[in-house]
């Protein structure tokens, strides 16, 4: 604080309590209209208080089956959505981080090329190839299992970048010391490296399973099953039923759960996102 | 790059950076290099043969009107999105830096929406600008206002900016809350103690300082409005009202999987490259910039 400004500090509480309402709006409407009847949440104006029927709600949701809602029932499409994003979480530190050991700690022929190669991902997102990598992912028969969720998706170049700024830091009379004691490569890796990389670790693992729940156009194209659906892709099915108006009491009750576990990670482990944000990007 | 003192082995480097690789050539540089190769070709009407024809399938997106359409449309979106996502961001993170007390909370509960995911917000604000049960809507009817983006293409443009710019605000304000932290206290007291007062000090001192963080901000804004938002477009109005919100992605998806014209289809894949290509040399020719200010 450079001066005291009364005045100005109330205009600063008063913005920043309108950016948090516009922030916190959308996803308490959500929740106020998955605690009613439909009835209620049809009838204009909506209720802005939540209602009683948050367990019933809830539980139809969670246990619905496919010929009620013509989507699967949410606890599915949620478990798939997790076993994708630990998935591609987990998938990305490890390819990534001993591809930038490899790239750091050794000196062989094509180094520069496979890195390279490796940076070229971030110029590809899915978004600019999709045909033709549905067809690949076709031709492996991975349509419709967990492997074709996940691994087409855990190349990342920037989990790599990340892990090697991280191994330059990490002095050499480590190594030499290491070396002089007898160990090798997998030795020093298991040893030192990897208990040095936790925290990197970690916050890479917020970003990425967070990146990887919201992933929407990849599932979309590579499940046709419904029992392979994610749950943020499932919504759309919710949204836009034959019918003429939603079920938005359930709609808004499947989004809530959707948003629930990303949610939950960025809370708890706030402090690692924000360091894996600002670093990822260095 | 490398270290000075490094290991030596015959195969070990191989097997480490295999997996990386594999997936990189299997599912990122093959089918981009298909995608290449397709935009040249044209199938015939039955789908059994196809002719190499240049550079026809640009030449005809490039006299397409629903391409042109669907190019304003996206310079429309993005530039929208890229604007109110950072304006509001810098705002809020100019406001948290000021205040100590709740400073924690505000931020936590800012932060938040960075986790909601592209899809799940424009569902949130979808149904916030229904016109039957929105209670935005709600509103703007109440006020004499006629709203429904489910009909009207600006309405709904509207709706797929601000859902698509929620959710990116809580990524700026990090990076700008960051920015400002690392911004030396005596600059601004400097400016303080000759007469200047907080509007002015933004102007003169804290903005010029921010202006790396700010062009960052604006590729990765960028980037972010070009493609990810493909999710807010499918999940809310599908690139309509009589594609009003058909973004480049969004026609992308829906010329290969729904009209299957793969050379169309393929040809705008290639444009789509070529501006994310564009975009990332830009990203990183300034962050080599931001290491040499940082020593």
Redesign the interface.
């Known amino acids: 604080?450079?001066?005291r400004?009364p005045g100005?500090?109330i205009f600063?509480?008063g913005?920043?309590i309108v950016?948090?309402m516009?922030?916190?709006?959308?996803?308490y409407?959500?929740f106020v209209?998955s605690t009613h009847r439909v009835e209620d949440?049809?009838q204009?104006?909506?209720p802005?208080l939540p209602g009683d029927q948050f367990a019933k709600n809830y539980i139809a949701v969670l246990t619905a089956d496919v010929a009620n809602f013509g989507s699967a029932p949410v606890m599915l499409m949620m478990a798939n959505s997790m076993v994708m994003a630990l998935g591609i979480a987990v998938g990305k530190i490890a390819?990534?981080i001993?591809?930038a050991?490899?790239?750091?700690?050794?000196?062989?022929p094509l180094?520069t090329l496979?890195f390279w190669?490796?940076f070229?991902?971030?110029?590809?997102?899915v978004?600019?190839?999709?045909?033709?990598?549905?067809?690949?992912?076709s031709n492996l028969a991975m349509l419709n299992t967990y492997q074709g969720l996940i691994?087409?998706l855990?190349?990342?170049a920037t989990a790599?970048f990340l892990f090697r700024q991280f191994f330059?830091t990490i002095p050499?009379e480590l190594?030499?010391a290491a070396?002089i004691d007898g160990a090798?490569?997998?030795r020093?890796f298991f040893d030192v490296v990897l208990p040095l990389s936790r925290t990197n670790m970690a916050a890479l693992f917020v970003i990425l399973f967070?990146y990887g729940?919201?992933q929407?156009?990849w599932p979309?194209?590579v499940t046709t099953d419904q029992s392979m659906s994610t749950i943020?892709?499932g919504?759309?099915s919710l949204?836009q039923v034959a019918e003429a108006?939603p079920r938005?009491h359930y709609?808004?009750a499947t989004?809530i759960l959707?948003?629930i576990p990303?949610?939950v990670?960025?809370?708890l482990m706030?402090r690692q996102?924000?360091k894996g944000?600002?670093e990822r990007?260095? | 790059m490398?270290?000075?003192?490094?290991?030596?082995?015959p195969y070990?480097?191989?097997l480490?950076?295999a997996?990386?690789?594999a997936?990189?050539?299997?599912?990122?540089?093959?089918?981009?290099a298909?995608?290449f190769w397709?935009s040249m070709l044209v199938e015939d009407a039955f789908g059994l043969g196809s002719e190499f024809v240049w550079f026809e399938n640009f030449i005809a997106l490039l006299h397409d009107p629903q391409y042109l359409n669907s190019i304003k449309v996206t310079a429309i979106f993005t530039i929208s999105v890229t604007a109110l996502g950072i304006g509001?961001g810098l705002?809020?993170a100019v406001?948290?830096d000021?205040?100590?007390?709740?400073a924690s909370g505000?931020?936590?509960?800012?932060?938040?929406?960075?986790?909601?995911?592209?899809?799940?917000?424009g569902?949130?604000?979808?149904?916030?600008f229904n016109p039957?049960?929105?209670?935005l809507a709600?509103i703007m009817q109440g006020m004499g206002m006629s709203w429904n983006p489910l009909v009207n293409g600006t309405d709904a443009m509207v709706m797929v900016v601000i859902a698509a710019a929620?959710k990116q605000?809580?990524?700026n304000f990090?990076?700008f809350l960051?920015g400002l932290q690392s911004i030396p206290?005596s600059l601004?007291?400097a400016a303080?103690i000759d007469g200047a007062g907080?509007v002015k000090?933004f102007w003169t001192v804290v903005f010029p300082l921010l202006s790396p963080t700010t062009f960052?901000l604006m590729v990765?804004n960028l980037v972010y409005a070009f493609?990810?938002t493909?999710?807010v477009i499918?999940?809310?109005t599908s690139g309509g009202p009589a594609n009003a919100t058909n973004i480049m992605?969004y026609k992308?998806?829906k010329d290969?999987?729904v009209g299957l014209d793969?050379g169309s289809?393929?040809a705008q894949?290639v444009i789509?490259?070529l501006i994310?290509?564009t975009l990332?040399v830009i990203q990183f020719r300034y962050?080599e910039r931001r290491?040499e200010y940082g020593n």
């Not at chain 2, 299997?26 to 089918?31: E, G, K, S």
């Not at chain 2, 000021?98 to 709740?102: E, N, Q």
């Not at chain 2, 505000?106 to 917000?121: C, E, G, H, K, N």
Request: net charge positive.
């Open positions: 604080m450079i001066e400004r100005l500090t600063s509480h913005t920043l950016g948090l516009i922030v916190v709006l959308p996803v409407l959500a209209a949440v049809l204009a104006p909506i802005v390819i990534s001993i591809s050991y490899a790239i750091v700690y050794f000196r062989f180094r496979f190669m490796i070229i991902t971030l110029m590809l997102p978004e600019v190839r999709i045909v033709p990598t549905f067809e690949v992912v691994i087409p855990i190349a990342s790599t330059l050499d190594l030499e070396r090798g490569p997998i020093f967070i729940w919201n929407y156009l979309l194209i943020v892709m919504i759309k949204v108006e938005w709609v808004m989004t959707a948003l990303p949610v990670v960025i809370i706030q996102f924000v944000l600002v990007e260095k | 490398l270290k000075r003192v490094h290991f030596r082995h070990l480097p191989y480490l950076v997996p990386q690789l997936v990189t050539i299997i599912f990122f540089i093959w089918p981009a298909q995608a397709q509001s705002f809020l406001m948290a000021r205040v100590i007390r709740f505000y931020r936590t509960l800012l932060i938040s929406p960075y986790a909601v995911a592209p899809a799940v917000a569902v949130l604000w979808l149904f916030m039957t049960v929105g209670i709600y929620w605000v809580s990524y990090v990076f960051a206290r601004i007291e303080a907080p000090r960052f990765i493609f990810e493909f999710a499918h999940a809310t992605v992308v998806y290969g999987f793969l289809s393929a894949s789509l490259m994310v290509i990332t962050v290491v």
